[in-house]
Nanobody, 127 residues
Framework: QVQLVESGGGLVQPGGSLRLSCAAS????????VSWFRQAPGKEREGVSC????????YYRDSVKGRFTISRDNAKGTVSLQMNDLKPEDTGLYFC????????????????????WGQGTQVTVSS
């Protein structure tokens, strides 16, 4: 079991930016597929972005394409999500999840692909 910790959430005005980071407590994330999910009150958890083990493949849900960027820092063993031009509909509790092997393509955006989850970090976009 991998223990994950998210950081970087906060309150930001529409159009602002935040950078979320995901780290594992006892090993680097370098060799795991990692995904970011979010959940707003009363809504289902949804996949936001994911990155393959190699970092060579990334996927985004349509509503964040062009605004969010997922990346690896292999020196630190972390995965980050840079979020720009934030909108009120981006508000939610953001979780990172990691797994050794996930199904190909956009399946990495499905919560069912992951056994290892963090506790989440709150992102609130409001004026």
């Amino acid at each position: 079991q991998v223990q994950l910790v998210e950081s970087g959430g906060g309150l930001v005005q529409p159009g602002g930016s935040l950078r979320l980071s995901c780290a594992a407590s006892r090993l680097p994330l370098n060799y795991l597929a990692v995904s970011w999910f979010r959940q707003a009150p009363g809504k289902e958890r949804e996949g936001v972005s994911c990155i393959s083990r190699s970092g060579g493949s990334t996927y985004y849900r349509d509503s964040v394409k062009g605004r969010f960027t997922i990346s690896r820092d292999n020196a630190k063993g972390t995965v980050s999500l840079q979020m720009n031009d934030l909108k009120p509909e981006d508000t939610g509790l953001y979780f990172c999840a990691a797994q050794g092997t996930v199904s190909g393509g956009t399946s990495c955006l499905k919560p069912s692909e992951y056994d290892n989850w963090g506790q989440g970090t709150q992102v609130t976009v409001s004026s």
